[in-house]
């Protein structure tokens, strides 16, 4: 899906955090591939909470150069960027598109619903029992660490940028 945004905002959890320095990664990689530069003004690290989303997605949409899309580190951080959104009656998709990650209840709950990156979770639950059983019986891992793949579920609030 070519949605066209080319000015891409990241509020992500804390940089000490492993899920969200992988996030935001795979956040610099999307850009890099579209020939997007990152704007360090449009780079947030904080807590995965709806009240750091809330903060920065509102410092940023602020800007005179405004974000036309935020990709948040997860749900709660997404479902911030939605309340900001409407707080400054910046419709959501119309004028900003915001995705989550995660997938959580709550994505297909939200005014719009919520595009959002799923992952696998009864994958990684087999594979962690799996590995435990197997270290129980003397097998060590051949790793020690392991990626499987994610969906993007696409709801209501994303679409192109105007």
Do not use: K
């Amino acid at each position: 899906m070519r949605l066209r945004h080319r000015r891409i905002a990241w509020i992500g959890g804390p940089l000490g955090s492993t899920p969200s320095a992988e996030r935001f990664h795979g956040y610099q990689a999307a850009l890099h591939s579209a020939g997007i530069m990152p704007d360090g003004v449009m780079i947030r690290h904080d807590a995965f909470s709806v009240e750091a989303g809330l903060q920065h997605a509102h410092d940023m949409l602020a800007l005179d150069e405004r974000p036309t899309a935020i990709v948040a580190g997860n749900d709660e951080i997404a479902v911030g960027a939605l309340a900001a959104a409407n707080e400054l009656h910046i419709t959501v998709p119309g004028d900003l598109s915001v995705t989550g990650f995660d997938d959580t209840p709550q994505a297909q709950w939200t005014t719009p619903r919520l595009t959002s990156v799923g992952q696998p979770l009864v994958g990684m639950g087999r594979m962690a029992v799996e590995t435990a059983l197997g270290m129980a019986n003397g097998v060590q891992p051949a790793s020690r660490h392991l990626q499987l793949a994610t969906t993007l579920n696409v709801r209501d609030s994303t679409g192109p940028a105007t």
